[in-house]
């Protein structure tokens, strides 16, 4: 077996291309060297990774499988077949597709299935934790359907689902979004079906962010309630970049003919082998017990935040994201972003709700905690990484970022990403 896979092959690509052979080996060194909090990273298997580097990256496999537009599609259609039932069962969906390049293209295509241009959907506002694709002007989801907006309460900054409800009175959407890219709390999936139903609409979940949580039986699941999932692989659930569809067995027809041939062409056959073998990985035991400790970090590093000064939006978290607002330290989230960055802790500045700066500045920073969890972090390495985070953010003149990169290390060095064997 080993002999004729010609898969990842390190030295090969550094006699070849020796300047992007050493980007590869920088930005592993990079993802080993520091603190991971993007909460829509991972560091996905070394089995990912190989079926990602295979040759089934070479072909061309437009269609389904065993409704190919191209000959030699025995291999993949296995490969897509296998992942498609992986999926169905991992998720109890009744359809599901595995094409999708990303979520955005999930999205994306989930729309083209269901509306046509001008036609309203209801979306959660950016500002509010909601997501570019769910009705923003700067993308196709604004420009081409008619767009409307739900946010957060002012006072709890949880969803307001009198909004959701008063909108979709108001409006008629053809289709509901719940779901967004900053909402550290569950969501209430029976309210949207309930308003869903009251107006006629379709209801679409995009679970990307938290989809690894439900595959892991950490939190409750969307399928039950929703006509349509979109997600991405490469989020909590731990897979390659890319994104999927699950939907309701009425729906398959209209979804498989939006992602092929509405909106993409040849899919990533290479992508969709390595989704299938992450979903046969959260399958296993072992990912749930990683996914509730996802949940439990985030709670963990949460506490550890207040105990900084930070505040945490909605007053903490029930899932793989914090939202904190960096106002109470005398900071901007940019600010706060840059400091970290200095001393080897990788996070993001996040609009808050109601955030009086602009994006590029925020008030706000966002943590996750699915990378520290891959690593074997618990609770006890979530307090220090929140020591760690308010002493940098702390650090105006940049004196102690040595120190803090210095303690970075030590803890990095204590639960090392891509252990070496
Ligand atoms: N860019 C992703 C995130 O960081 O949440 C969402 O698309």
């Not at 989704?275 to 985030?298: D, F, G, H, I, T």
Request: hydrophobic residues 40%; aromatic residues 6%.
């Amino acid at each position: 077996m080993r002999e004729t896979f010609w898969g990842p092959d390190f030295d090969a690509l550094a006699a070849q291309d020796p300047e992007i052979a050493g980007i590869v080996l920088g930005e592993l060194q990079r993802q080993r060297g520091g603190l991971q909090l993007i909460a829509s990273e991972n560091f996905t298997s070394p089995a990912v990774l190989a079926a990602l580097g295979s040759t089934l990256s070479n072909k061309y496999a437009e269609g389904y499988p065993g409704r190919r537009y191209y000959g030699g599609c025995a291999e993949v259609d296995r490969a897509e077949e296998i992942g498609i039932a992986r999926a169905k069962e991992l998720f109890g969906a009744e359809h599901a597709n595995l094409q999708p390049h990303s979520g955005a293209s999930a999205n994306f295509a989930a729309y083209g299935a269901f509306l046509q241009p001008g036609d309203t959907l209801l979306g959660m506002a950016l500002p509010h934790g909601g997501h570019l694709t769910h009705g923003t002007r700067v993308s196709f989801s604004g420009r081409w359907y008619n767009a409307v907006a739900y946010g957060v309460h002012p006072q709890t900054e949880h969803i307001d689902y009198d909004q959701v409800r008063d909108l979709a009175r108001r409006h008629r959407p053809k289709l509901i979004v719940a779901g967004g890219s900053a909402v550290p709390r569950l969501i209430d999936f029976a309210v949207f079906r309930e308003i869903a139903d009251e107006i006629g609409a379709l209801l679409m979940v995009d679970a990307a962010h938290f989809i690894g949580l439900v595959a892991g039986q950490a939190i409750p699941s969307p399928v039950p309630y929703a006509d349509v999932v979109t997600m991405t692989t490469h989020k909590v659930l731990r897979g390659p970049r890319g994104g999927a569809i699950l939907c309701r067995a009425e729906h398959a027809k209209a979804i498989d003919k939006a992602v092929f041939p509405f909106t993409q062409g040849g899919p990533m056959m290479h992508a969709i082998a390595a989704k299938a073998v992450n979903l046969l990985e959260c399958s296993r035991p072992a990912y749930q017990a990683y996914a509730r400790q996802v949940v439990l970090n985030a709670q963990a590093l949460t506490e550890g935040l207040v105990a900084e000064g930070f505040r945490p939006v909605t007053g903490g978290t029930d899932t793989h994201l914090a939202l904190l607002d960096t106002r109470p330290v005398g900071v901007t989230g940019v600010e706060a972003e840059a400091r970290c960055d200095a001393a080897g802790i990788v996070l993001n500045k996040n609009a808050i709700p109601f955030d009086p700066q602009p994006p590029s500045v925020a008030s706000g920073i966002r943590v996750g905690t699915p990378s520290l969890t891959t690593q074997g972090m618990s609770e006890p390495e979530m307090k220090d990484v929140a020591s760690l985070i308010g002493a940098a953010v702390r650090d105006e003149d940049g004196s102690a970022a040595g120190e803090v990169r210095a303690a970075v290390a030590e803890l990095v060095g204590r639960h090392p990403a891509y252990p070496r064997p």
